[in-house]
DNA sequence: CATATTTGCTTTATCGATTCAGCAAGACAT
DNA sequence: ATGTCTTGCTGAATCGATAAAGCAAATATG
């Protein structure tokens, strides 16, 4: 039997009390007593009471009335993957700061699941989104843009669609990387990315096409289906190792840190030596690169930045901005023994 | 200038439409077309019109109205902590399949940070709580229970406090863990815990203990403060490395996660061969433990099993039931290099 | 046939906060 | 003295869904 759970001091209890209606002790609690004309000594009666009745107001009443609920919907690919998940800490943290919540969903990179969640989030009649958007269904974002919600994306963004964006400067960050395996004289150097539309994904490898051209040298690319990782992974080892293949390479660069993670797990089945056998770069970070064999040279993105970034923008838009940003953040490479 | 948001439908709006009451509307909304007796014929035009028209329930105005939100309150030390988010990725999906939502905040092992994630919570009304409780400040915890809110503890609990909570039998697993150490020939085992009263600790503690005890072996303790990690860490390393230290040893149970990465970056500064001048157990996994020079072994503790457990026995919690569990996980040994 | 009972629906209060419209009473001007 | 303004407050509608209470009409029972 659950105890009884102490009802809470509504505003009527208070005005109640002090024999006034509920309008003005609204006024006083929203700060408006002088545009609604309250008397002074009522204003300070009305402070009083609500200090000593311990009075604390009803969210979802004021959500009901205002048609705005102080919350935001974040939807990433996955909480669990760090990137994301330091993000979504700073996301939580900043929200709190300006009187925001937020409630959490993960896509698995999925349409389905990303539509779901962004109906669930609009049923709960959040005030806003930040949303990794996932590959090819657009529908969704759009609606969301239509209808006039507020709409931050982050990582990557839908070019077709105008809206607010916080990403990284991909093309650079990937060329910049790459270069930098030109720089200590690699030669074959393959890229290995995600198969998908997503712009981040399709700047990242402009950046590695570019570079690699630009040196006269040849292009390795693949291009892993996310949800047949292990088999694609497997191929691509098989490919890069081989003397005789056209995509036989002397380092990797990872367009992902799950990417990084699943080909360091198969380098290391393989038991192949890093650097000496295959440079590798890794991108995003991932406390594991640090403590590889060889730690890890990696793109280091400005997680925390982006989300802060994108809570700002975001909240602005809230609050009846119409200006729409484009924000691009800068990498960080992150020099050390992996190539 | 934002777009018009299109209105939603509401059930006055259905209600208009075919002539009847929102009451009508209501009963059929809810599947009470036969204790309400609502008339066969009306009941499927109201159907019909739900689905036509494309009616989503108001969830705001439910939750003014019924007093429940199908939101739940999860506080965890850092959601940036792998062992904390994949259980939190767990614990949505879960939630979500059965109609709830979550709201996550990190507390840091903070009380005034827990306390204001309470506060909020409460103030968003949410059904139940599942909480990592932090050191010390037990009274959110206590006035939770009090008001008769549904809370699950997980990772750790509060033993004065007579409420629900799922666990790592957390004795069993470090005194399993280091009497591995011991059948490994480790003679000299120190343990790095953190200093803290809560349970969860004291029982890795006493797990180590009692197993050095039974071996007749000397006991090492090192107690991290959570805010002078750095600090602690160095000293540590300083100790038990020093041959004339009684600290001395020849291997390390770390009693968390967060502390066994700390340990491992300060291992690796002194350039110190893992398992050679000291083995290395390690508890809750994390990705890194893979990808060490020695591939860690470690305590795994079965976080989506707790994060499930948690939320079944919320749900039921919250839906009525009286009675409170106490559920107690095994761990599994991840027997690798490191040791 | 007269009285119960059942069936099918409507009315209305409620959850708690917000806010517009309006009403007295006093201040001020003409 | 009459009319206009200002001040300080109240009443009631509203947001959308729920559910208790009540009221006719239809059916059943004796």
């Known amino acids: 039997m659950s105890k009884g759970r102490s009802k809470r001091v509504s505003l009527k ?34 402070r009083q009471a609500l200090e000593e009745m311990n009075y604390v107001p009803n969210h979802i009443a004021r959500s009901l009335r205002n048609g705005k609920t102080q919350t935001i919907g974040l939807i990433v690919t996955d909480i669990a993957n760090p990137f994301f998940s330091s993000m979504a800490r700073c996301i939580e943290d900043e929200a709190g700061k300006k009187g925001y919540t937020v409630i959490i969903g993960s896509s698995d990179e999925n349409c389905n699941k990303s539509r779901r969640l962004v109906d669930t989030m609009l ?4 005030d806003g989104f930040i949303i990794v958007p996932a590959d090819g269904c657009y529908d969704y974002a759009t609606l969301i843009v239509n209808e006039g919600f507020p709409l931050v994306m982050v990582d990557r963004y839908i070019p077709e669609l105008s809206t607010n964006y916080v990403v990284l400067d991909n093309f650079g960050a990937s060329y910049d990387a790459v270069n930098y395996l030109i720089s200590r004289g690699y030669k074959k150097i393959g890229m290995v990315a995600y198969k998908t539309n997503l712009i981040h994904m399709k700047e990242r490898i402009r950046g590695y096409t570019e570079a690699v051209k630009n040196a006269g040298l040849g292009k390795r690319i693949w291009e892993i289906r996310y949800d047949h990782q292990k088999d694609d992974i497997k191929k691509m080892t098989q490919q890069f190792q081989d003397k005789n293949n056209v995509k036989n390479v002397d380092a990797l660069f990872f367009a992902t840190n799950t990417l990084t993670m699943a080909g360091l797990y198969r380098v290391n089945e ?28 990696y793109v280091k993105q400005p997680g925390n930045e982006m989300g802060k970034e994108a809570i700002r923008i975001l909240v602005e838009q809230i609050e009846g901005s119409g200006k729409i940003s484009h924000i691009s953040l800068a990498h960080q490479l992150i020099l050390r023994n992996s190539c």
């Open 13 to 46: 209890d208070i005005a109640n009390k002090l024999g006034v209606s509920t309008a003005l002790v609204s006024y006083v609690l929203n700060g408006q007593e002088k545009e609604k004309r309250v008397g002074a000594e009522i204003v300070i009666k009305i």
């Open 123 to 126: 049923n709960r009649q959040v």
């Open 270 to 297: 393989l038991k192949l030596q890093v650097p000496e056998e295959v440079a590798v770069i890794g991108f995003d970070g991932n406390e594991a690169f640090d403590f590889y064999s060889a730690p890890l040279t």
